[in-house]
Every structure is written in C-alpha cells, then in structure tokens.
C-alpha cells in the first residue's frame, strides 16, 4: 500500500485536473498552459537523461521532438480525417481514433527513438564537444528534411490536428488531450526513475563518472549509451506528437536549435541529474515563458541571460543532483524507496 | 594449463614502440611480479590485457583462448578484473552502489525489466547487492558502504576498488601500483590484504609495483621491463642482485633504490 502511495497521489491530481478541464473551471489559455507544462516535463527529464546523468551535451533534442509530431500528426491525419493534403480518411473511420491515438503516440516514440541512432552510435566513438557539434547536425538534418518533403506541407508545414481531437471528443467529450498528457508525462517520469535507480541504469552514471573505468570494469557502455538515447530520444518523440496536438499546427521552423536550447534551460535550471529539479523547472520555466510573452522577441534576451546568470551563481541549477525527497525527507513516506 | 598467455606481444603508439616482444605465461595460483622504470610499458601491458588496447601485433590467451577481439567489458566478464594507477571509482556514486555496478556483465535483466520493475529485476537486484554487501564484509569495508569514495582515506579507497575488482569473481586479479601514495603502515595492510584475497579468493594476482617491499614479500616470480622489453625473470632475490636491473633502475633518476622505498 505504501509502496503505491506517490502513484495514488499522483492519480487523484489527475482526477482533479480531468474534472477541471471537463468542468471548464479555468479558460482555455490556462489549460493550454498545463498542457504545455505536461509536455515540457517530458521534454526537460528525457534530456535530463542525456545531459545530466550521462554528461554528455546534446543541443538537438528538438529534432526528434520534430520527428515525433510529424509521424504522430501523418497518422492521425491520414488514419481519422479527410482533409485537403491527406485526401480520405484511410481504412478506418474517425471513431477509432480513442484507441488508436496512444498507439500513434507510441509509434511516433520509436521513429524518434531510431532517428536516436544518428546520436547513439556516434556515440560510440566520440564524446564531449564533439558528439554535442553532432547533436546539433541532427537537429539541422531533421528541419532540414520535412522543409525538403514538399507532400508533407515543406517548409509550410501542415494543420488540422484540431480534427483529431475532435474526432475523439465526437466519441466521448472528455479532455483526451490532457488525458493523454498526463498519462505519457506520468509513465515516462517513472520509466526515468526507475531505469536510472536499477543497476543497469547507473551505468550510465558510471560512463558520466569514469567512462574508461566503466568500460574496464563490465559495463558495456555501447548498450547502454544506446539505450539511454533511445530512451531519451524516444519520449522526446512522444512529447512532440503531444504538441503537436495540442497547438493543432506543425511547421519545421517551430523545432529549431531554439527550442532545443528552451529545453536544454530548463534542465539546466532544474539541476543536472535531478528529476524531480527536471519537473519543477519545466512547470516554473514554462509559466515564466507565458509572463513574458507581452515581451515578445525580448524575452530572447531575457532567458539567454537567465542562463548566464544561472550558470554564474548557481550552476548546479535547483536542485542539482538531488532529488526533492533529499531536500524534503518527509516527502520519502510518497517515494518509498526498495532496501534489500 | 596455464591461465594466461602473452605472445610476442607488439605495441605501438604512433612512432613509439611502448611493448616490444613481451611474452609471459602465467599459471594459475601465481603471484607475480612487474617491475621497470616510469614509462616502461608497464600500465600498457595491463591495457591490452583487459581488452582497452589492441595489440598492433600478438596474441593474449586467457583460459588458452585468445581475447584480444573482445571488448573490455567482455574479458572482465570471462573473470580478469584490475585496478587502476590512479584509482578511478565513480564517485558521484555510494561504495555499495560502485560495487554493484560493476557486476553489469551478469545483470540478469534487461532495461525493460527495469522499467517494468519486473519479478526477475528484483531478484537480480538483490542479489547483486548481497554479492556487494558480502565482498564489503570480508574485506571489513560494511561501514563505508553508504559513503562516497572521494570521501575516504587513501588507504580505504584502494580496499574498495580491490573490493570492486572482486565483485567479478575473478580467477585473475591484475594490480596497477597499488602501493603508490601509502604510507608505511597503509603498505603493511595492503600486503596483508592482498595475501589474504589471494587465499580466500583463489585469486591468480599479477602486479605492478614499485614499492620494493611489496613486491619483495609478496612476489614469487619478477619480470623486470625497460623501454617496453623483458631484462630479466625470475625470483625477487635474483632480480635484486641482476645487474642489468640494476644499471636500468640506476639510468633512471628518480628510480634508484633508495628513492623508492
Ligand atoms: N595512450 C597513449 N598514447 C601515446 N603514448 C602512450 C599512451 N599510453 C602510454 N603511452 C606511452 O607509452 C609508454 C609506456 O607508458 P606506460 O603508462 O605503460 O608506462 P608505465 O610503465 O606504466 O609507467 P609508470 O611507472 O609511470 O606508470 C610511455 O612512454 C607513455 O608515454
Ligand atoms: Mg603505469
């Protein structure tokens, strides 16, 4: 019992945001606003993985969040609704779409997570400044593909995204967005945990700690390197199918190197190796975005600075290698953790 | 049978030739010795032993088998652990955890096991961890096990990584200067532990040393290397008295005798 507890917890949230969205107790730009918190949660903790447990630096972390909305957005489209790029509906009516857009969702996951392998095996070589310069290439090469697909919108993209969900609020009229949100947001932050508290998982702390010495001493770090950018890559795909549905229109202009850097300032914010610091930044990151919105372009000053000044007086972020069970230890009766 | 064999081994780094022509054959149960000047080659016999370096020439034969194709990670997992020059422990991580870690190389699960917190991830869990917490014990360590390895003295830092070597099951233990930094009484431990790992372990130990006290007491057979070549083999009272040693330890500034002890 005590074991489910933070699982029980984080449920009732979910109940209670459910009954909200459902209710309309709050307008809709504040539920946009969660949606996004949501889905920035996912993005900051898989990169978290990568730049804060692995100590590696990757800054492309928006392309396959690119990758991600355009495959779950094709299927959609193509699967549930009848538009001008897609012609007809294919096979299966838009009533399918409550059981079929997870499984989208989970697709778009694994071609983000293969696109993952332009990272991961490069990997295997090379580190550090260089294998960041790569990341940074695979992000171009992403944008700069969809730009080239002319049949997928170029550099136009592509809308009606908003057709899906509408597709699925005909069958039952619940927040199926938010659902889902909550949903992906909740299982990846425990897949996160729970991979990077096993044995298995530490290894990729020992390759941040002592890459030679984990290599020497069992860890086949090529495994692992692998898996953990698929992993992280994989739930950036996830995440970007999310978006994609919830701002109804995708254009490869919107994953560029800056939103790859939002994302790369939230984990830092929050704290290398800390996910708890990856959920809280991307809640407090994404709500300060929208307060400085009246700012428009200037608030590409100001959070570049925001960076500056972080990294000068606190660079360790939030919470900086610890968890918020080790700064609030009562918070451990939610988070049991298992002794052998 | 023996248990290791070094072939007309050949190393290169660029132009500089840091192994030249090393053959070795060591049985099991020996405790054996590898002496020789800063910059001899040594610490880059034990790379290629381990799989982190290709030979550019030769062969290496673990169990009368040929390793020298495999990744690190895999001749670690056929029982061959070492320790570092400089200790290299993952310190941002506990001494339990450092222990657990490195048995990755028989973790029964997969990430998915993990992620699932599946049956067999928490019996394979809990047995690395006992595996972890025993080798602790034996080596009087169970107090530090919560603490972060930067964090301990010298002389129990070197205990946890020999700690961490044993945690592979290891038929063959090789030794990088693990005297280097200790203080007199730091060493006298050191030789009692390793003697003691040696029985308890059924261990095979292969060292490198210039500590002439720890190799003298412990070592029953000597290899004395210089520029990368064997000068003499034998037992620790003939290599003392061996003139070419002598003249190579001497050539060496900071080498001689007296500087090291
Ligand atoms: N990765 C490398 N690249 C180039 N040269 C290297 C490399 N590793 C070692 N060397 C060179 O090879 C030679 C042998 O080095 P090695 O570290 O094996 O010596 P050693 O006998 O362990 O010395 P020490 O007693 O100082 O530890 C040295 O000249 C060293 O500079
Ligand atoms: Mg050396």
Redesign the pocket.
């Known amino acids: 019992m005590r074991h489910y507890l933070s699982l029980i917890v984080y449920l009732a949230i979910c109940l209670l945001i459910i009954v909200i969205f459902q209710q309309n107790w709050l307008n809709a730009y504040i539920q946009i606003v969660m949606m996004f918190i949501g889905i920035n949660i996912m993005l900051s903790s898989s990169l978290n993985l990568i730049n804060g447990y692995m100590g590696e630096f990757s800054c492309g972390h928006a392309g396959f969040m690119a990758v991600g909305a355009y495959t779950a957005s094709l299927l959609n489209m193509g699967l549930f609704t009848t538009s001008s790029i897609f012609g007809r509906s294919l096979f299966i009516g838009p009533q399918y779409s409550v059981f079929l857009f997870p499984v989208t969702l989970i697709i778009a996951g694994f071609c983000a997570a293969l696109v993952g392998l332009l990272v991961a095996v490069p990997s295997f070589r090379t580190r550090g400044d260089y294998l960041a310069i790569i990341t940074l290439a695979v992000n171009y090469i992403v944008k700069s593909s969809i730009e080239n697909i002319q049949e997928i919108g170029g550099a136009r993209g592509f809308m009606g995204m908003r057709q899906v969900v509408n597709a699925m609020n005909n069958v039952i009229n619940i927040p199926w967005l938010m659902i889902w949100i909550l949903a992906f947001a909740g299982t990846s932050i425990i897949a996160l945990k729970r991979f990077v508290g096993s044995t298995y998982g530490k290894g990729v702390i020992a390759i941040r700690d002592d890459e030679i010495a984990a290599e020497i001493m069992s860890v086949n770090t090529q495994r692992v390197k692998l898996i953990a950018f698929m992993l992280s890559s994989g739930i950036a795909g996830i995440a970007g199918g999310l978006f994609a549905h919830v701002i109804g229109y995708i254009n490869p202009g919107t994953f560029t190197i800056m939103k790859s850097t939002e994302i790369m300032v939230m984990v830092y914010l929050g704290g290398m190796g800390s996910l708890s610091g990856s959920v809280l930044s991307a809640v407090l990151f994404t709500v300060m975005l929208e307060f400085l919105r009246p700012l428009q372009l200037f608030k590409w000053v100001l959070i570049p600075l925001l960076l500056i000044i972080l990294m000068l007086f606190r660079p360790e972020g939030l919470m900086g290698n610890r968890e918020l069970s080790d700064v609030f230890p009562g918070l451990r009766r939610f988070f049991p953790s298992k002794e052998y | 049978m023996p248990l290791l064999e070094l072939k007309q081994i050949n190393h290169f780094?660029?132009g500089?030739q840091?192994v030249h022509n090393f053959n070795l054959t060591i049985e099991p149960g020996e405790l054996i010795g590898l002496i020789?000047p800063?910059?001899?080659?040594?610490?880059?016999?034990f790379n290629l032993v381990s799989g982190f370096y290709k030979p550019t020439q030769g062969d290496i034969l673990f169990h009368e088998k040929s390793i020298i194709h495999l990744k690190p990670h895999q001749v670690t997992s056929l029982g061959l652990a070492r320790t570092f020059?400089n200790i290299r422990m993952w310190n941002s991580m506990t001494v339990l955890e450092n222990l657990c870690i490195s048995q990755h190389y028989r973790m029964g699960y997969s990430f998915m096991d993990a992620i699932f917190s599946t049956k067999t991830y928490h019996e394979h869990e809990k047995a690395v961890v006992k595996r972890a917490m025993e080798i602790l014990e034996s080596l009087e360590l169970s107090e530090a096990a919560g603490e972060y390895p930067k964090n301990l003295p010298y002389g129990l830092q070197r205990r946890v990584e020999i700690g961490r070597a044993l945690t592979i099951k290891p038929s063959l233990l090789l030794l990088d200067?693990p005297a280097a930094g200790m203080n007199p009484s730091d060493i006298d431990r050191l030789i009692e532990l390793i003697q003691w790992i040696r029985e308890q372990f059924h261990l095979t130990i292969w060292l490198?040393e210039?500590q002439m006290k720890v190799v003298m007491s412990l070592c029953e057979r000597l290899c004395v290397?210089d520029f990368g070549q064997i000068i003499a083999e034998g037992s620790p009272s003939d290599i003392k008295n061996n003139p070419r040693v002598i003249k190579a330890y001497l050539g060496d500034e900071e080498a001689d005798d007296d500087a090291e002890n």
């Not at chain 2, 800063?38 to 016999?45: D, E, P």
């Open positions: 780094f660029g500089l840091a020789g800063n910059g001899a080659g040594k610490t880059t016999i020059q200067e490198i210039h290397l």
